[in-house]
């Protein structure tokens, strides 16, 4: 069975902070795919990046970074500089072929 | 834009009324669709993964017969919630695969928030 770990239900940071975002994940396949969804009080989800198992390298897009540690089981999502805007529930998720498996959310409440 | 459409946004139903959600894949013919379910401050549950043309799958404690889904084309997956009550007030959201697929074009519609009163 497929398991996400968010152990961080909610965060806050004054703007222009960083704040990294936890989480964890078991799973028994080989080939797997990780994700971050934004979930902002709209209640739509955001795509922000997928990450496949056989891909170590961490990635950067603007204030964003993540840090994929297979040897952890770790995927962990660095905001730089944090901004009001940044305010919302984030999930990371983990997939199989056919479906996906959220983690319970981090709530990340930037205040100016 | 949107790739997948999903309507109503919000829904307001007396209890015991039946409401129906529709889902619909814009740019791309989708073979498979899923229904999730979300409790305020809570993830994302999985209830049901709907195949066009055949039976949807259910995840375990989901209800086939009070959540109705029906996929019968390509581009449309429908969540019927019969005969409502107010513990079925939730939001709901679906999401829809290409047919090439990969897992990361998984696409989600806008959510729809249901309250049953």
């Known amino acids: 069975a497929q398991k996400v770990t968010q152990a961080q239900t909610e965060i806050s940071v004054v703007e222009k902070e960083d704040v990294t975002l936890d989480c964890v994940y078991e799973t028994r396949d080989t080939t797997y795919y990780l994700f971050w969804y934004k979930q902002p009080p709209s209640g739509e989800l955001v795509f922000l990046i997928r990450r496949n198992s056989f891909d170590e390298q961490n990635e950067i897009s603007g204030r964003y970074s993540w840090n994929f540690q297979k040897s952890t089981s770790s995927f962990n999502f660095t905001i730089t500089a944090s901004q009001v805007v940044d305010s919302a529930v984030y999930f990371c998720a983990l997939a199989g072929y056919s479906t996906l498996t959220f983690g319970k959310g981090t709530m990340l409440l930037v205040s100016p | ?117």
């Open chain 2, 1 to 117: 834009g949107a790739v997948v459409s999903q309507h109503p946004s919000w829904v307001i139903c007396k209890s015991g009324t039946s409401v129906k959600i529709e889902c619909r894949s814009l740019d791309f013919q989708a073979t498979t669709m899923f229904w999730y379910r979300q409790f305020p401050k809570q993830s994302l549950m999985l209830m049901a993964t709907s195949n066009e043309g055949s039976k949807a799958t259910y995840e375990q404690g989901v209800e086939k017969d009070k959540f109705l889904i029906n996929h019968a084309s390509l581009t449309l997956s429908t969540l019927t919630v019969t005969s409502a009550h107010p513990e079925d007030s939730s939001f709901y959201i679906c999401s829809a695969r290409d047919p090439t697929g990969v897992v990361e074009k998984l696409f989600f519609g806008s959510g729809t928030q249901l309250s049953v009163l």
